[in-house]
């Protein structure tokens, strides 16, 4: 075995591919999508603009944008396999991200009269514009709702809010939930689009590709962590307690969800975003007391992280910011991981397309640490 080689866990600081659709610098707190720093694209574009970007490489004109539009919004329907499969899974109480894993590896049945969606291109669509309809639907069937059928003459988003509400949502919950979207939509090689580019580099199938990017999201150090991050702020309950409560959990080793992140040594580019999209959102459309209360927080947890841990570099990161802004939209937080999902496949597909032009099966090499020359016994004699 060659002596010069080095086990990287994790694989970090391991550079296994090029790409143009998102870069982050976590020492200067930069993220670039599709060449635009996510601070100028995300509060800017609609959903369906972003996609296009990372997809073609370039934002698209009115033309390109009315018809990229319109193919998404005639491919947002479920087939009835998928919406049984929700009915059964609400009355397991089965959580809202395994059956998105499971009705993703379902589509490739088609619903009643629908054409074949056999190239790949169609396929990225069908995923891109389901997804919310599949995340939508068992929201309400497990609150014993009826799913809400998909508007075609709404937009991505206002569409997806719709599904989830049963009424045409306002612009400002538009915006809010549009930027969301735009700032996650990717971020580097981790580790859900890291799974996306393996399957898909063995020549397996798109929804492969995807149903396994879901499953390693699924994953609480992955997806996990926007739910939790404002439980602190609902405890803490008003800005008087903040102080004594966060300096007894700090002392307790306890950890600050929403703050931190392995990358980023600085603030979290898409915090920034999230904080004025939120400050927007709750200013017009939620109870500002609350965003008051959660940015008091905040500065409390920051101050008491520089004296407790220097160093350390702990600043807020896109978690926190999540949560208070899909909290001020009325989202569960059992929907946050798959809403960040509906989101995020888009980026998924986007590396699969990349991975595909530029193909070599990604195959790493491991360190073999066993033992060696054992010596076969017979079963009678062990």
């Given at each position: 075995?060659?002596?010069?080689?080095?086990?990287?866990?994790?694989?970090?600081g391991v550079i296994v591919a090029e790409t143009r659709l998102s870069g982050v610098d976590g020492e200067a707190g930069?993220?670039?999508?599709?060449?635009?720093?996510?601070?100028?694209?995300?509060?800017?574009?609609?959903?369906?603009?972003?996609?296009?970007?990372?997809?073609h490489g370039a934002l698209p004109d009115a033309r390109q944008l009315a018809q990229f539009c319109q193919a998404l919004?005639?491919?947002?329907?479920?087939?009835?396999?998928?919406?049984?499969?929700?009915?059964?899974?609400?009355?397991?109480?089965?959580?809202?991200?395994?059956?998105?894993?499971?009705?993703?590896?379902?589509?490739?049945?088609?619903?009643?009269?629908?054409?074949?969606?056999?190239?790949?291109?169609?396929?990225?669509?069908?995923?891109?514009?389901?997804?919310?309809?599949?995340?939508?639907?068992?929201?309400?069937?497990?609150?014993?709702?009826?799913?809400?059928?998909?508007?075609?003459?709404?937009?991505?988003?206002?569409?997806?809010?719709?599904?989830?509400?049963?009424?045409?949502?306002?612009?400002?919950?538009?915006?809010?939930?549009?930027?969301?979207?735009?700032?996650?939509?990717?971020?580097?090689?981790?580790?859900?689009?890291?799974?996306?580019?393996?399957?898909?580099?063995?020549?397996?199938?798109?929804?492969?590709?995807?149903?396994?990017a879901v499953g390693a999201l699924k994953g609480p150090l992955h997806g996990g962590a926007p739910g939790p991050a404002?439980?602190?702020?609902?405890?803490?309950?008003?800005?008087?307690?903040?102080?004594?409560?966060?300096?007894?959990?700090?002392?307790?080793?306890?950890?600050?969800?929403?703050?931190?992140?392995?990358?980023?040594?600085?603030?979290?580019?898409?915090?920034?975003?999230?904080?004025?999209?939120?400050?927007?959102?709750?200013?017009?459309?939620?109870?500002?007391?609350?965003?008051?209360?959660?940015?008091?927080?905040?500065?409390?947890?920051?101050?008491?992280?520089?004296?407790?841990?220097?160093?350390?570099?702990?600043?807020?990161?896109?978690?926190?910011?999540?949560?208070?802004?899909?909290?001020?939209?009325?989202?569960?937080?059992?929907?946050?991981?798959?809403?960040?999902?509906?989101?995020?496949?888009?980026?998924?597909?986007?590396?699969?397309?990349?991975?595909?032009?530029?193909?070599?099966?990604?195959?790493?090499?491991?360190?073999?640490?066993?033992?060696?020359?054992?010596?076969?016994?017979?079963?009678?004699?062990?």
């Amino acid at each position: 075995m060659a002596t010069d080689r080095i086990a990287r866990p994790g694989l970090d600081g391991v550079i296994v591919a090029e790409t143009r659709l998102s870069g982050v610098d976590g020492e200067a707190g930069e993220l670039i999508i599709g060449g635009f720093p996510v601070e100028d694209l995300a509060n800017r574009a609609t959903f369906e603009e972003t996609v296009y970007l990372l997809w073609h490489g370039a934002l698209p004109d009115a033309r390109q944008l009315a018809q990229f539009c319109q193919a998404l919004a005639a491919r947002r329907s479920c087939s009835a396999e998928i919406l049984r499969v929700l009915q059964v899974a609400a009355r397991q109480k089965i959580p809202a991200m395994a059956v998105l894993r499971m009705a993703a590896s379902m589509l490739t049945l088609r619903s009643a009269g629908e054409s074949p969606d056999d190239d790949t291109a169609s396929v990225a669509l069908k995923l891109v514009a389901v997804f919310p309809t599949i995340v939508a639907a068992y929201a309400r069937v497990l609150d014993g709702a009826e799913p809400v059928s998909p508007r075609a003459d709404l937009s991505h988003v206002a569409n997806y809010l719709y599904m989830l509400f049963g009424k045409v949502p306002g612009p400002e919950r538009v915006r809010a939930l549009e930027t969301y979207l735009n700032t996650v939509v990717d971020h580097g090689l981790n580790a859900s689009t890291f799974t996306a580019r393996v399957i898909i580099s063995t020549q397996s199938d798109l929804i492969s590709a995807i149903v396994g990017a879901v499953g390693a999201l699924k994953g609480p150090l992955h997806g996990g962590a926007p739910g939790p991050a404002l439980d602190m702020v609902f405890e803490i309950g008003e800005a008087g307690r903040a102080e004594a409560v966060l300096r007894e959990k700090i002392e307790r080793s306890e950890r600050f969800m929403g703050f931190g992140h392995r990358v980023y040594r600085v603030r979290d580019p898409r915090a920034n975003v999230l904080a004025k999209a939120a400050e927007r959102l709750y200013a017009t459309e939620a109870d500002m007391k609350f965003y008051e209360l959660a940015r008091h927080v905040e500065r409390v947890i920051l101050r008491l992280l520089d004296e407790y841990k220097p160093g350390r570099k702990l600043q807020t990161n896109v978690e926190f910011y999540t949560a208070l802004l899909l909290h001020g939209l009325e989202l569960p937080t059992d929907l946050f991981t798959p809403t960040f999902a509906v989101s995020r496949v888009a980026g998924w597909i986007a590396h699969c397309f990349e991975q595909q032009k530029q193909n070599r099966l990604i195959r790493p090499d491991s360190e073999y640490t066993g033992e060696k020359n054992r010596r076969w016994v017979a079963t009678a004699e062990r």
